[in-house]
């Protein structure tokens, strides 16, 4: 009896459960899917009101776009370029920080992993005033090196990387590659690079998306029209006085801005979400 | 290693190598700018006359600090973002842990979790700024969601979501949770799948029901998690910019009441160029995140996480 009873309550949780996941779901995936349709409609049936079902504006909405106001491939393409060096850059340094502080013995191994974990938490934006001095010092103004280098350091990236490396890979290993007389450079890049392949797939992805969605910071370096990034175009169409535009191309220009992110996320969705979970508080 | 001590030197020193690069860009990208913006709020140092003429730059000891505090709006800022932090922190805690708890409830065995925490993380890696447009967009006063609700007839009039501070303040938190909840909601299951087992099936010997097992057990075992959550959201949380920005346009309207400090700073840099100032609110949000970040190197250094 008491079984059945247990049984039951099991069945009404894992009913409760369907439910509030399905609302939580909704509430994830409807505001695309009315970004999806209100970009396929055109200003005038915008304006009319509400609607789900799709209307059939979609190239010419792009067109219009495409041939508008906004540099937007322009802006695609400095993204694109600021979020790939990013991407590469970061993991290759953060891989080669964490594999100084995991293979080697050195006087200051210890106080250097210390020192990275205290400051991984200190925002960027504290020391931004500094920063934008610094590139107007440097004459780096509307140039991408200050967003791409500085990803070079980057602290969440290097702890995922030695919490990764304490599973991954042996010292017995390195140790059998100086046996055969490989230099250290070269077993970082040809033994230790390859084994931590999964990790830097997920820490590339992450930085690519922290970059390619990043407006504060290129706000502060990136004036001139040709060097501005898909989030300052964004804040620039919000900026103008939005209901003289045609809303069709806004809607369009949001999903264009969102819908790739969306795309690769689809597609790699399924080792996103293990590897957050894995790189996580606890090793 | 003992043995080859001489050979194990030789190799250490690429220690230092590889570590190079890092620490260089370290130094040059986030040390000497800390360092120059602390330098900076003890000067006087900003634009006149709408920018016609410089003033400064002379060095005015703290007196920057004592402005700021004494001209208030720094109060205004500090209450307007943690209101938004509450706003965002407290539902998004209580839905992580529940989504939590059913996710790593093997007696649950719910069907499509893996599509379910996909769908959920998802809104963590939009582009906050276009997330910003869009809500913008579907909230305007003759928007979607306003002709949505006048067809229902739930009103009659549009409601005007962003001329009152309370829906402003609600759009910004539920833009917040939707974007944050996932990422949440992964870090407590893992949590608590590391809860040691037996002692779900003790509790479950001695007749305890999901309820008693949930309050008593999984939520004082995870403890030090919640705490690292909380700390690391509210660190977050001092930084909230994008969402509010676009949403305002940089106004932080109605009336200066969805303003935030990262917007207050902002605003000096790029447009009062109010260097001394801008350098005293970023030292105080230095200090501020820098006592968190200490709270947060303690717990996990508590918790071990070292093998």
Not at chain 1, 247 to 273: C, E, R
Request: aromatic share 14%; with cysteine.
């Amino acid at each position: 009896m008491n079984k059945k009873k247990s049984l039951t309550g099991i069945h009404l949780r894992r009913f409760i459960a369907y439910i509030v996941l399905v609302i939580v779901t909704f509430f994830c995936l409807f505001w695309f899917y009315l970004l999806f349709v209100n970009a396929t409609r055109s200003n005038a049936a915008l304006s009319r009101g509400f609607s789900l079902i799709p209307g059939g504006f979609f190239l010419k909405n792009w067109t219009n776009l495409l041939h508008g106001t906004l540099p937007i491939m322009r802006g695609l393409a400095n993204s694109l370029i600021i979020a790939a060096f990013s991407a590469v850059l970061s993991v290759y340094f953060s891989t080669m920080t964490a594999y100084a502080i995991h293979a080697y013995d050195f006087k200051l191994k210890k106080f250097m992993f210390t020192f990275i974990l205290a400051i991984m938490m200190i925002p960027t934006q504290v020391t931004a005033l500094g920063f934008v001095q610094l590139v107007d010092k440097m004459g780096l103004e509307n140039s991408f090196i200050p967003l791409i280098v500085p990803t070079i350091a980057a602290p969440v990236t290097f702890f995922y990387m030695k919490q990764y490396m304490e599973s991954a890979l042996p010292l017995s290993l390195i140790e059998a590659a100086r046996i055969d007389g490989s230099g250290e450079f070269r077993t970082f890049n040809s033994i230790v690079l390859p084994l931590m392949k999964p990790a830097i797939a997920v820490q590339a992805i992450f930085t690519f998306v922290t970059s390619w969605n990043n407006y504060f910071t290129p706000a502060l370096i990136l004036h001139d029209d040709k060097k501005k990034t898909l989030p300052i175009l964004i804040a620039q169409l919000r900026s103008a006085d939005y209901l003289k535009f045609d809303m069709g191309q806004v809607y369009m220009m949001i999903a264009f801005s969102i819908f790739p992110v969306v795309v690769v996320y689809v597609i790699l969705s399924k080792n996103i979400v293990q590897g957050i979970a894995l790189g996580s508080v606890k090793g | 290693m003992n043995k080859t001590g001489g050979k194990a030197v030789r190799y250490n020193k690429w220690g230092y190598i590889f570590l190079a690069p890092f620490l260089i860009v370290f130094i040059i990208f986030q040390l000497i700018p800390l360092c120059t913006t602390i330098y900076n709020s003890f000067f006087e140092n900003y634009l006149a006359n709408g920018g016609i003429t410089q003033v400064g730059p002379n060095f005015i000891g703290l007196e920057n600090y004592k402005k700021l505090f004494e001209a208030g709006d720094i109060w205004v800022y500090t209450k307007n973002t943690m209101i938004l932090w509450i706003m965002c922190f407290i539902p998004q805690i209580l839905l992580s842990l529940l989504l939590g708890a059913w996710f790593s409830d093997v007696r649950l065995k719910l069907k499509g979790d893996g599509f379910f925490k996909a769908v959920i993380y998802l809104p963590n890696l939009i582009m906050a700024s276009a997330f910003s447009m869009l809500f913008f967009a579907l909230f305007a006063d003759t928007g979607p969601i306003n002709s949505l609700l006048q067809s229902l007839h739930i009103i009659d009039e549009p409601y005007k979501f962003l001329s009152n501070t309370g829906s402003t303040r609600t759009i910004i938190a539920f833009m917040n949770i939707l974007m944050w909840f996932g990422n949440t909601t992964i870090l407590l299951m893992a949590g608590m799948m590391g809860i040691d087992p037996s002692l779900f099936e003790a509790a479950e010997v001695d007749g305890a029901n999901a309820t008693q097992v949930f309050f008593r057990i999984t939520l004082p075992l995870l403890r030090p998690i919640l705490l690292y959550v909380m700390i690391t959201s509210l660190i977050g949380g001092l930084q909230l910019f994008d969402v509010p920005q676009i949403l305002t346009n940089g106004t932080g309207d109605p009336n200066r009441s969805s303003m935030t400090l990262i917007m207050f700073l902002n605003r000096h840099i790029q447009i009062s160029k109010n260097y001394g100032m801008a350098g005293a609110v970023s030292v105080l949000l230095f200090i501020i995140t820098g006592v968190l970040s200490l709270i947060v190197f303690k717990i996990n250094n508590a918790s071990g996480g070292k093998e």
